[in-house]
Structure formats: C-alpha cells, structure tokens
C-alpha cells in the first residue's frame, strides 16, 4: 500500500537526473565524482561519441578480416545467433572462462614482478540473483580470513552469453583485472586500512580495461571474433558514456539510449536491457530518496523496517575505515564486517572523525539497532536469521539523516 499510495504518487515523471530538484548540480557532481576529472556532462557525451566511431572503424577492419559479406548490422545479426559462439550448458560456460583464466594465470610472470598471494575461483552466479546481474563480476576474497577472491560468471540465459565476449570479461573480471589490482591492495603493508579497501571507480574500472587490452600482449585473443569482442566491449563503455548522460543531461528515454548499444556493440539484447536498468537504478538512487520518500516520511502505511532501510548511506564505511585505519591488532570480526560492505560511492566529509574507540562502540550500537529492528519486523526467517547472527545489514547503518550530527 506504501509503494502504490504514498511513494509512486510522489515520484517524479521524468527519467532524467537533470529533471530532479538540484538535479542539475547534483549530475555535474557525479560527473566529478566518478571521472575525476574536471569535465561537463556535453564533454562526457562527447567523448562517447567520438570513442563510438573509432571503435566502430576498428571493429569493421574485423568484420573485413573474417570476410564477412553483409553489413556491419548483419554482422551483429549473425555473432548474435550463431550457434558457434555459444554452449548449451552452465557447466561448459564455466569450463571455458575458467580455460581462459588459467591462460591468463600463466602470463602473468612475464608481466609483472609482483603478485597478489590471494588466489581466485570461477564460481556462477548464485541463482537467485542471476536474472538481473552483470555477464561476470569480481566478489573480492579476504587474505586474513582465508577467502579466495571469486570471478563469478552469469550462467543463466545462455544465448545471451556469447563466447567471443569470454576472454575480454575474463581478463577484466580475474587477472590482471580486478582480481590482480584488488587483491595486490589487499595485501599492501603500511598504508591505513582505507588505502586497501577503497575503490575508486576511474581507477579499478580503468585498470579493467586496460587489462582487455593486455590480453592482445599476453596471446589470449585466439580468434577474429575474439578481437572483435573486446572492441565491443570497449565499444560498450563508450556507449555508456552516451547513453547516461543522453538520459540523464539530454533527456533521452530508454529506448534512445538503448540504439547506441544495439547499433554498435555486438553485446546481447539481455545484457544490453542489464546494463541500461543498472546505470538507471545506480544514478538514480539517492534522487529517487529526496524525490519521494522524503515525502512519505511521516506516512501511517510505511513500516518500521522500509522506513529504517530507506535511509541509508555508504558513506558511513569510508568514516569508519578513516578513524580504523591504525588499529591494531586487527579484529578479525570487524575485518569479515568491512569486507562485506559494498564499497563508497560518495563521502559525507561534514561527519566527526571518531577515534578507533568511538568507533568500535559506533559499530557496537549499529549492531544493536539491526538486532532490535529484525525482532519488531516479520521479516522472511530465511533472510532475518543470516542477519541475526551476522549483527549487520550488508552494505548499511540503519541512521536516519537526522541522526548523523547526535552521533
């Protein structure tokens, strides 16, 4: 009744950031934010242009190469159909990435002195959370906890993961992409506890990529149409660079942004829908906050718990690591909390900096309140009890804005 009364009554019309109050600034600052850089969101787009039409030149030497007779779009037509290009079983697709990442495995000495002793697995995505997640993540491991690292590989909906796009996710994903710069993080000495868990997003993701194309150095690319999976997934990052800031600078809907993918990339129509519901859901999130259910703070139908977990932010992780970043020893406890909170996405620099006491006993009164909050709900037992006995929700602190200056 909440969501149908109160929350979508209240929400805007328009798709676009740029649409929300201050949406404008707050765009420009997450153009800052996750570039680094000192550019405008038409510079952004821009740059997304241009990269599309030099990777589109790259691409069609490919398609040439193979001798393919038709279009550049038939060409996409064909690599999305083709039954060569993909297998009939979960258990084939995880053989092939992990073939990959052994080659791969095996060309890193040649490249670099020094490497991670955290090793990595090929694990598939858990099942009920498949349908909508990303072809390949990294779930990084814990070197103190004795938790290898996992390249983890969507296994649902076969047809729509196509094996000339295996190498390039696997280099990004595994070595010497995600798993190569995290773990190496992980294991660094010396440096505050924050230096090693924080993930800078123009750094982790463009070292990613930069490992796709190592991959033509380290011989992983066997084929064309291997070559041509890289350029389109490089293709794909530019393509995101048009499309986000088509939806949220220019206004675009869905669909507009969406023929960048399909016209340009030989990703498929399954990941595509992904990857546009994914930077939608993402930018979005904290407009979507201010926008409706800061209106709907005092409404009579909202629970305690939807009430609690609206108001969450990850910038509570950053705060801690800097005020824990001398502790010692370690606490293996906090360790397994800190690596299981999704990694900041924007910093709240206006709060106190606590002394590794103050923290700790922050910590301690977080947990009491998710205990306290999950014996006044009728949460699902399937998914209280995990929580009960961790003491946590992943990724949150269940403060309420307000609350922030009492702590």
């Known amino acids: 009744r909440f969501l149908e009364e109160e929350y979508l009554p209240a929400a805007r019309a328009e798709l676009a950031v740029r649409s929300a109050p201050n949406g404008e600034a707050y765009y420009r600052y997450l153009v800052r934010h996750f570039t680094t850089l000192d550019m405008t969101p038409d510079e952004v787009h821009a740059l997304g242009v241009s990269e599309v039409a030099r990777i589109r030149a790259e691409m069609e030497g490919v398609m040439r190469e193979v001798g393919f007779p038709g279009s550049f779009a038939d060409f996409l037509a064909f690599l999305r159909a083709d039954p060569q290009f993909y297998v009939a079983t979960p258990q084939q697709l995880l053989e092939k990435a992990s073939e990959i990442a052994k080659r791969a495995d095996g060309q890193l000495p040649r490249l670099f002195g020094t490497l991670p002793r955290l090793t990595y697995d090929v694990r598939p995505v858990p099942a009920d959370m498949a349908e909508g997640y990303t072809s390949g993540r990294y779930w990084l491991g814990s070197p103190r906890l004795g938790q290898a690292g996992g390249y983890m590989v969507n296994t649902s909906h076969l047809d729509q993961r196509p094996l000339y ?225 961790a003491g946590f929700v992943h990724g949150m602190v269940l403060q309420h804005e307000h609350q922030h200056d009492e702590t």
């Not at 995600?178 to 463009?206: C, K, M, S, W």
């Not at 942004?257 to 939608?280: G, K, Q, V």
């Not at 709907?296 to 108001?311: E, K, N």
């Open 165 to 389: 796009e295996l190498p390039a996710l696997t280099l990004h994903e595994a070595v010497p992409g995600h798993h190569l710069q995290i773990a190496l993080a992980q294991e660094q000495e010396n440096v505050p506890y924050f230096r090693r868990v924080t993930y800078i997003d123009a750094f982790g993701e463009g070292w990613g990529l930069y490992s796709e194309f190592l991959g033509e150095e380290m011989g992983i690319y066997r084929t064309p149409y291997e070559r041509f999976g890289r350029l389109s997934f490089e293709k794909w990052r530019g393509c995101r660079l048009v499309a986000d800031t088509g939806i949220h600078w220019m206004g675009w809907s869905l669909a507009e942004a969406r023929r960048c993918f399909d016209e340009n990339s030989a990703l498929a129509p399954h990941n595509i829908t992904t990857e546009l519901e994914r930077a939608r859901r993402r930018t979005l999130a904290l407009v979507d906050l201010d926008d409706a259910t800061q209106r709907a703070q005092h409404s009579p139908l909202m629970s305690p718990m939807v009430w609690d977990l609206a108001h969450i932010g990850n910038y509570e992780e950053l705060w801690l690591l800097r005020a824990l970043d001398d502790r010692d020893p370690i606490d293996p406890e906090l360790d397994h909390l800190y690596n299981a909170f999704e990694h900041p996405r924007w910093t709240r620099p206006d709060l106190p900096i606590l002394g590794p006491t103050e923290a700790r006993a922050y910590l301690a009164g977080v947990r009491a309140q998710v205990l306290e909050l999950l014996d006044r709900t009728d949460l699902d037992p399937d998914l209280a009890d995990p929580l009960r006995r």
